[in-house]
């Protein structure tokens, strides 16, 4: 049974990898998601097909007391959704118990973001005389630029970039197509790059950024933020933190929640809305300097009524 249903597992991920298009690491995160559902049953002594809705709460509670994140808990539970939707549809079981199952609160943090000073801090670091720092920088200033995840970073290619018009096209999640304006920043930035490669001779790479001639990656991109912000003496920097402060600062500067929920490419408005909470306290903050009664008092009106 337990190898019948691994093998249902693999047919689910080629299912939704066809039907939906994930990117690769997202399918490898909800095998994993689902290994984890299959390692649970395993030790009840229940194959997953007979979970009934009470199980899964206990699996999930499990997976809180194992230190999983609320975010990856969330996901977990998004996998064992589409599962047993999955194993419905193609009729091994009749009834769904993952339908409509609560999932622990997923916006009870608030992602880090850096302050503008500290982003114009970051963007110094790279020795822009050498070609290594004209690429870092480069970089840097289109994911601030952008908001792009850093899958869709090294993804890009010379054909989605169009710097005259200040656009690039960037493939996100479920392969969904969009276009994101580019500031004068990173527009200059890049044209550096780009005549730094040029200097190279032919390139017979389609990719934008490069390493030693080859496409950048995931975790070369990683490594080089953390080495950047550690330069500028800022803690815990990811290439995820650009894509926050990049959003948290359009909304400081008074764009709405949907063009930005646009930009990052977003399917859902409440995955966006985690920002706001985030800009409350600037909200607040300029509300009571600017508005001209945020600091009048009862007992202000009174002195002056007297």
């Given at each position: 049974?337990?190898?019948?249903?691994?093998?249902?597992?693999k047919?689910?991920?080629t299912?939704?990898?066809v039907?939906?298009?994930l990117a690769?690491?997202t399918?490898?995160s909800?095998?994993?998601?689902?290994?984890r559902?299959?390692?649970?049953?395993?030790?009840?002594?229940?194959?997953?097909s007979?979970?009934?809705?009470?199980?899964?709460?206990?699996?999930?509670?499990?997976?809180?007391?194992?230190?999983?994140a609320?975010t990856?808990?969330?996901?977990?539970?998004?996998?064992?959704?589409?599962?047993?939707k999955?194993?419905?549809?193609?009729?091994h079981?009749?009834?769904n118990?993952?339908e409509?199952?609560?999932t622990?609160?997923?916006?009870?943090?608030l992602?880090?973001?850096?302050?503008?000073d500290?982003i114009n801090?970051?963007?110094l670091?790279p020795?822009?005389?050498?070609?290594?720092?004209i690429r870092?920088r480069a970089?840097l200033?289109?994911?601030y630029a952008?908001?792009?995840?850093v899958?869709?970073?090294v993804?890009?290619?010379?054909?989605?970039?169009d710097?005259?018009?200040?656009l690039i096209?960037c493939?996100?999640?479920?392969?969904?197509?969009?276009?994101?304006?580019?500031?004068?920043?990173?527009i200059h930035?890049?044209?550096?790059?780009?005549?730094?490669?040029?200097?190279?001779?032919?390139?017979?790479s389609?990719y934008v950024f490069?390493?030693?001639g080859?496409p950048?990656?995931?975790?070369?991109a990683?490594?080089?933020?953390?080495?950047?912000a550690?330069?500028?003496?800022?803690k815990?920097?990811?290439?995820?933190?650009?894509?926050?402060?990049f959003?948290?600062?359009?909304?400081?500067?008074?764009?709405?929640?949907?063009s930005?929920?646009?930009l990052?490419?977003h399917?859902d408005?409440?995955?966006?809305?985690?920002?706001?909470h985030?800009?409350?306290g600037?909200l607040r903050s300029?509300?009571?300097?600017?508005?001209?009664r945020?600091?009048?008092?009862?007992?202000?009106?009174?002195?002056k009524t007297?």
């Amino acid at each position: 049974m337990v190898g019948t249903e691994r093998n249902l597992t693999k047919e689910f991920i080629t299912f939704i990898q066809v039907e939906k298009g994930l990117a690769r690491h997202t399918l490898e995160s909800y095998t994993r998601d689902l290994a984890r559902l299959h390692s649970w049953a395993a030790k009840t002594n229940k194959p997953v097909s007979t979970l009934s809705r009470s199980d899964l709460r206990k699996w999930i509670a499990s997976l809180s007391r194992d230190g999983l994140a609320p975010t990856s808990v969330a996901r977990a539970v998004s996998a064992a959704r589409g599962f047993f939707k999955f194993l419905m549809i193609d009729g091994h079981i009749t009834h769904n118990p993952a339908e409509d199952l609560d999932t622990p609160q997923r916006f009870n943090y608030l992602p880090k973001f850096l302050t503008e000073d500290e982003i114009n801090s970051l963007l110094l670091t790279p020795d822009v005389s050498t070609e290594e720092g004209i690429r870092d920088r480069a970089i840097l200033e289109t994911m601030y630029a952008s908001g792009l995840r850093v899958s869709e970073l090294v993804e890009l290619k010379q054909s989605d970039v169009d710097l005259l018009a200040g656009l690039i096209v960037c493939h996100g999640k479920g392969s969904k197509e969009r276009r994101v304006p580019l500031g004068k920043s990173a527009i200059h930035w890049l044209q550096q790059y780009s005549a730094v490669k040029a200097g190279y001779g032919k390139q017979s790479s389609p990719y934008v950024f490069l390493h030693r001639g080859k496409p950048f990656t995931r975790q070369l991109a990683w490594s080089m933020i953390k080495r950047r912000a550690e330069e500028a003496a800022i803690k815990n920097v990811s290439p995820h933190t650009l894509r926050h402060s990049f959003a948290t600062h359009l909304l400081q500067h008074g764009a709405d929640s949907r063009s930005v929920q646009a930009l990052l490419g977003h399917s859902d408005i409440s995955t966006t809305q985690i920002y706001t909470h985030i800009t409350d306290g600037h909200l607040r903050s300029s509300y009571n300097r600017h508005h001209p009664r945020a600091k009048v008092t009862t007992r202000d009106v009174k002195e002056k009524t007297t």
